[in-house]
């Protein structure tokens, strides 16, 4: 992720790779996405989640980086767009980006900064794999991390545990600890 964030140097493509990550929203709700869902002060962003299967809409209410922060603000005054304009948009009024474009804009940062070998791996839906994988790693409880990906169920969020290894790692650690 790191090499890829750094390699990206189209401003609007770095925007969408990193709200697609950083949110860990599907691509809907990326592309759903307007700048009125967006807190400066807290530096918070409202996420509409898609999945749930409820009548009444279900938000997240995600902190994000002040990278990510800096690029929606500077978006927005760079095109001129409004509150009620999405942030994956490039004119007032507009549609957001395609789902396609987002797709694009993954590959071809991807095959043009990490080469052949990622090429399989870049799909939209894989920011948001990683992102719980990292978030996983860096300590967050099962339950958090249900919150923050919008899962209804937790069976869902569990799927997850089995790609980090920090939990693991520990739990030898400690194991080990006992014989000292």
Do not use: C, W
């Amino acid at each position: 992720m790191k090499a890829l964030l750094e390699g990206t140097v189209n401003d609007f493509h770095k925007l969408a790779i990193l709200i697609m990550y950083e949110t860990g929203a599907r691509v809907e709700e990326a592309r759903d996405l307007k700048f009125s869902d967006v807190e400066p002060g807290t530096g918070r962003v409202k996420v509409l989640t898609l999945k749930q299967r409820k009548t009444n809409k279900t938000y997240r209410y995600l902190k994000i980086s002040d990278k990510l922060l800096s690029l929606i603000l500077n978006h927005r005054i760079s095109h001129k767009l409004n509150d009620n304009d999405f942030i994956l948009s490039k004119k007032t009024g507009g549609p957001a980006i395609a789902r396609k474009s987002i797709s694009y804009i993954l590959k071809y940062n991807t095959l043009k900064i990490l080469g052949n070998s990622f090429l399989d791996k870049a799909h939209p839906h894989a920011l948001r794999h990683t992102r719980a994988v990292h978030l996983l790693d860096s300590g967050m409880n099962i339950m958090l991390l249900k919150n923050f990906l919008g899962h209804s169920n937790i069976s869902n969020t569990l799927i997850y545990l089995k790609y980090s290894n920090k939990d693991l790692a520990e739990a030898i650690g400690r194991a080990n600890n006992i014989l000292i």
